[in-house]
């Protein structure tokens, strides 16, 4: 007997796809009426530490691919350092437990000057491509071996490429975590649902608009090359941050110290902060922070 084809998505029944949709779905607004300190608005820095992960989680043994994440420790998180310093912003490190592990120095050190440091997966896996169980497995050993590095236990986790499995939501709960930052349902912090029911867990959306990869990334004999300079990049961030004040709500804005930490790109950022810092009322907070208060607030 052979098996049953699977249905095709048009006959799919009500409760099937209500089910899906349910997994991981925006409940209320965690939007707070007020910033700390009477600020109008809060800015969220964050960079994905991937280093040399993402060549690794593609087996790719190239010198060349992994030196191109090696830049990201030699020379981006440096200049990303001295950058937050100068402008005494702390900002949130989501970390692969691998690049850890393989720059557990800095890792001690980014940590010691008050950023948050976050769980950001094993090796860069996608999640929805592991065989049942191993998402969770290798969740639960990133976040221990991020807190031996980092000297506290994370909060906050930003699954690789934002791939959210139909397991990671029970994942995080398990593992009592703070808040998500991998779905984009909102411009602004919500609660997640699980099939309807609340979890408690705050959700700090990101979204690829906000990201330096997807103009700025460059893979070899693909069709993924920079497309967009850096004064356009520049701009279109300045207009999320300045859409964001008028509303009185969240930038959130993710970057990688392997693509944002290249002189001519570090120079954007530079400016973006001082654009950001030109106006009255600006929280800069960690996720964690943003998270915490989110949830305070609500209560």
Known sequence: M???PAKKPWELPEEQWRHIVG????GRSLAPKAWPNGAR?????SFDADHETIPLRDADESPMRISQGQY????GVPRIRRLLDRHGIKASFFYPAVSALLHPEEVRAVAGEGHEIGVHSWIHEANTALPPGVERELTLRAADTLEKAAGRRPVGIRTASWDFSVDTLDIIREMGLLYDSSLMADDEPYELLAQGEPTGIVELPPEWIRDDAPYMNMLRFS??????PPSGVEEI???EFDGAYAEGGTFLLTM???????RSRIALLERLVEHIKGHQGIWFATHAELAQWCKDQAK
């Open 2 to 4: 052979t098996d049953q």
């Open 23 to 26: 997994r991981a779905y925006a």
């Open 41 to 45: 608005c809060c800015v969220a820095l």
């Open 72 to 75: 990201g420790s030699r020379q």
């Open 223 to 228: 069709a993924i090359r920079p497309y967009t």
């Open 237 to 239: 961030f300045r207009a």
């Open 256 to 262: 990688h110290p392997h693509i944002i930490g290249h």
